[in-house]
């Protein structure tokens, strides 16, 4: 269910007011209300921040017409990547699985991405992979990462500049965890980031807390 704004009755009577007078000043809403335009301002700022109104300078408000539901979406169209990365987690491809299995213990994560000897990303490890792995009597000591991880062409990437909601779908569609953030260089994709499933929902909390 998506979380819509709630307005007070003054704040429902304010905006009753604009629809059917607008463009109208705060001074003749605030004598509709018999109240000062000092008490106003507060509920007239909230309306106007929260999208419901537009306040034009010399003229007056407006009532936008978008509903608490259409403001929140606009809202989501505006966070990208960059507001909600969180620092990646990377090790090297010679690595052992049992050390990856450690690493990811010790960071507490649930994906590690795999970098070569110019940092560049060559992979993803999951904790399904370490998991299939695991299985059996093989020495997981001597066994290299590079062997189970998912390598390129094959890794879902996104940069800071995408937008989180585009990077939720992917990671929805493609059933992953987490996404490594990315910066094309000469080299090849160098991981500056990641964004996870638990980024997503922080963004989604974010976003209907401030509404």
Do not use: W
Not at 51 to 61: I, K, N, S
Not at 146 to 154: H, K, S
């Amino acid at each position: 269910m998506v979380r819509t704004i709630e307005l007070n009755k003054r704040q429902e009577r304010i905006l009753e007011i604009v629809k059917e007078g607008g463009p109208i000043t705060g001074e003749h809403i605030a004598d509709q209300l018999n109240l000062t335009r000092a008490t106003l301002r507060p509920d007239l700022a909230i309306l106007t921040m929260a999208g419901f109104l537009d306040a034009r300078p010399r003229v007056g408000y407006f009532y936008t017409g978008k509903s608490s539901v259409q403001l929140l979406t606009e809202n989501l169209q505006k966070i990208q990547v960059r507001d909600y990365q969180s620092i990646p987690v990377a090790v090297n491809e010679n690595v052992s699985v049992y050390d990856a299995i450690c690493t990811m213990f010790l960071e507490d994560v649930g994906t590690l991405f795999v970098i070569d000897q110019n940092t560049v990303l060559v992979g993803v490890l999951s904790r399904k992979d370490l998991l299939r792995a695991s299985i059996g009597k093989q020495d997981l000591s001597t066994v290299p990462i590079n062997i189970i991880m998912t390598r390129m062409p094959n890794i879902t990437m996104c940069e800071r500049d995408d937008l989180l909601i585009d990077i939720a779908k992917k990671l929805i569609e493609k059933q992953i965890d987490a996404m490594p953030v990315v910066r094309q260089s000469e080299k090849g994709y160098e991981v500056i980031g990641r964004i996870t499933k638990t980024n997503v929902a922080k963004a989604f909390v974010a976003l209907g807390a401030e509404e």
